[in-house]
């Protein structure tokens, strides 16, 4: 007699528990509302449609209270994202090196003073980072990569010529264990190495995951969402008509040991 009763109930409970589940992914996140912010830019909103930021934050995993540094941040789009999604208790770091401030305007300046007070913005040297030892959760290189390997000696560019297992060996050792770099760059021809990175601004992105495996880390989590197959890879990656419209590869690495 009682057999009704327990099943219309555990039918019940079931369902309620169907929709908290429904009602819980259709909620924004604290990426999605990083994202949505009060007032970020137009320019910017009109990027997100590009770079697609909450996916990437969300992969990476950053969280409330993080050490973050977005590295070679030019003028800290991701360095303001970050900032709400580690909120009052973490700090990002904005850093740049001196070239990337004058080519980006140091327009890092009116996003930052006065609106983001857990964001710090510093010109560095990449192979001598001026941050402590183990002291990040984590890296953001996101489309920058590349341009350590780049070859630009024109006096009026002021781009230097860089060590870049020294920056990576920066990177491993300004991150704490368990720490990890989110990785994003423009795709080159599979087999290609660094060789498009002066002409194409790209590289190919089995080398950039083994130059860093070379150095502690390892591929926890990759994804598909900047990926465009429509993308010959044989052009310039920030000229017309690539703009916007790169295959870019992401990789999430975690330094061990």
């Given at each position: 007699m009682f057999a009704k009763p327990l099943q219309l109930r555990a039918v019940t409970l079931a369902a309620l528990l169907s929709l908290a589940c429904a009602a819980a992914s259709a909620s924004p996140d604290i990426y999605d509302a990083a994202v949505a912010h009060a007032g970020r830019s137009a320019d910017d909103l009109?990027?997100?449609?590009?770079?697609?930021?909450?996916?990437?934050?969300?992969?990476?995993?950053?969280?409330p209270g993080m050490q973050v540094a977005d590295f070679m941040a030019a003028d800290g789009y991701f360095s303001e994202l970050a900032s709400y999604?580690?909120?009052?208790?973490?700090?990002?770091?904005?850093?740049?090196?001196?070239?990337?401030?004058?080519?980006?305007?140091?327009?890092?300046?009116?996003?930052?003073?006065?609106?983001?007070?857990?964001?710090?913005?510093r010109t560095i040297d990449a192979e001598h980072l001026d941050v402590p030892d183990h002291s990040l959760d984590a890296v953001l290189l996101i489309k920058a990569y590349h341009?350590?390997?780049?070859?630009?000696?024109?006096?009026?560019?002021?781009?230097?010529?860089?060590?870049?297992?020294?920056?990576?060996?920066?990177?491993?050792?300004?991150?704490?264990?368990?720490?990890?770099v989110l990785l994003v760059d423009h795709s080159a021809k599979a087999g290609t190495g660094t060789s498009a990175a002066t002409p194409l601004h790209r590289i190919d992105e089995a080398y950039a995951r083994q130059e860093f495996e070379k150095h502690g880390f390892t591929l926890v989590r990759s994804s598909d969402v900047l990926r465009r197959p429509d993308d010959p890879r044989d052009q310039i990656s920030y000229q017309a008509p690539m703009v916007g419209k790169t295959d870019r590869f992401v990789l999430v690495l975690r330094r061990t040991g």
């Open positions: 009109k990027r997100d449609a590009i770079d697609h930021p909450a996916e990437l934050l969300r992969l990476a995993g950053l969280k999604v580690v909120g009052p208790q973490g700090h990002v770091l904005l850093l740049n090196n001196a070239t990337w401030d004058y080519w980006s305007g140091n327009h890092w300046k009116e996003r930052v003073e006065g609106r983001l007070p857990n964001v710090e913005h341009d350590f390997y780049a070859i630009d000696d024109d006096p009026k560019d002021k781009w230097p010529r860089f060590d870049v297992g020294r920056v990576v060996g920066e990177v491993a050792r300004v991150l704490k264990p368990g720490g990890i």
